[in-house]
């Protein structure tokens, strides 16, 4: 396959270059027009467009438990909507839940995932009961499973929470066999508390979901794991789904400081406020509850985190995707925000959502593939098998045009909601065709893919480890 015409975008630079793809995987990348005469069985016109590596999302939940029922999207819908989007690979988080065995756990996973994806995934493992038994499996998942980075909670008491003793061996078990600790960072005993009182002054709208996660408390959770980190002798450290700007400047701190901290943020924080979306007049507001909330507009969060992609403070965009239908699902917290099962859909928007941030000028088009594609394989362990157009990775690869337009509505994306976070959102640019290891998945906006063509990923230590 010759992919030709088009403009090559890295993370390192932009140049034009046609790119040849023998199987699975692309062997050249040749000055426009100069590859041989017989070089490529079938061709791919990319002129005025550009080559980017597939996007990859390293938060996602499909069919996660929660709140009394599951994250909506199953491997087979969710991977199938984010290959529409251009996303060619997942990173998903297995589930251990207090007092349950981290190995069952991931069995578990890999029994909903195998033969269901439509794009290749990886593993995190969420370990919500750390005790000798799940320590001990930590190192099994490194040495054994491909799975090198760990998702504890300081949030949901009785579910996944994990006090500073527990967070602290964790953090110095995975310091010996070189994983990453991932960190939901939200100081949940504190929130518990407002929630109560909120609920007892009868104060139950969505709104109050956020209203009692503030801002301070992600920012204090984040110092104390940046603290027990550096405690556990300077543990690799990644905060998900950062939407404060206090927490950020933490973050910014630690980085500057020399320590191994990054962070993620996600659409929705870069794009939907408290007030305009979690807001929303009567139980609307539902669809937007997720934890970390959605900040407010009168402050500065949005451009904060903006600016932090700009600076690496922020290294990766991911979308936390955990969709609930509103009926039924997010219908569940009627009455009583803290039952809304918590989390937003968008793996078909992310790569979409952040090429607007190009148009906008906020990023360059290379901060955006390295944000969306480049540093999440780096920073999980699958580059340069994923995440550069280059001889020898795999032929992961989205054809995407500048001059098209996305308009976002639950009436044509793919996902399984029966809404939509981003209804109605216009975009300038437009996935026009979507390669997983030499295979078409989607080519002008028809879908050529099938369930079962993903493979799991054994994943490596990450690049960015000192
Ligand atoms: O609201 C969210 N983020 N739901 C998914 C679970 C998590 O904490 O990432
Ligand atoms: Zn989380
Ligand atoms: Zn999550």
Known sequence: MLITGGTVVTATGTHAADVLIDGETIVALFAPGHAPDDAGQQVIDATGKLVIPGGIDAHTHMELPFGGTFASDTFDTGT??????????????????YGENVLDGLAAWHGKADGNCHIDYGFHMIVGGVDDEALKAMDQLVDHEGITSFKLFMAYPGVFLSDDGQILR???KARGNGSMIMMHAENGP???????????????????????????????????????????????????????????????????????????TCPQYLYLTLEDQLGAPG??????????????????????????????????????????????QKELGLGDFS?????????????????????????????????????????????PRKGVIAPGSDADVVVYDPNGRTRISVETHHMN????????????????????????LVSGGEYHGRKGHGRYLRRGLSSYLV
């Open 190 to 264: 504190a929130i518990d508390v407002l929630i109560r009182q909120a609920l007892e002054r009868g104060e139950t709208d969505p709104i109050h979901h956020g209203l009692t996660r503030p801002s301070e408390l992600e920012a204090e959770a984040t110092r104390r794991a940046i603290s027990l980190a550096k405690v556990a002798g300077d543990t690799p450290l990644y905060i998900v789904h950062m939407s404060a700007s206090e927490a950020l400047e933490a973050v910014a701190a630690a980085r500057d400081a020399g320590r191994n901290v990054f962070a993620e």
């Open 283 to 328: 139980f609307e507001g539902a669809k937007w509850v997720c934890s970390t909330p959605l900040r407010s507009r009168h402050e500065s969060h949005q451009r904060d985190l903006w600016k932090g992609l700009r600076s690496n403070d922020l290294a990766i965009v991911s979308t936390d995707h955990c969709p609930f239908c509103f009926k039924d």
């Open 417 to 440: 909601m029966d809404h939509s976070a981003y209804e109605g959102y216009e975009i300038a640019g437009a996935v026009d065709t979507v390669i997983s290891r030499g295979t078409v």
């Open 80 to 97: 199938r909507a984010a290959a529409f989007g251009g996303t060619t690979t997942i990173i998903d988080f297995a589930v251990q839940r």
């Open 339 to 383: 039952k809304i099962p918590n989390g937003i859909g968008g793996v078909e928007h992310r790569v979409d959502l952040l090429y607007q941030g190009v148009v906008d000028g906020k990023l360059s088009v290379e901060r955006w593939v390295e944000t969306i594609a480049t540093t999440p394989a780096r920073m999980f362990g699958l580059y």
């Open 170 to 172: 964790a953090m110095q």
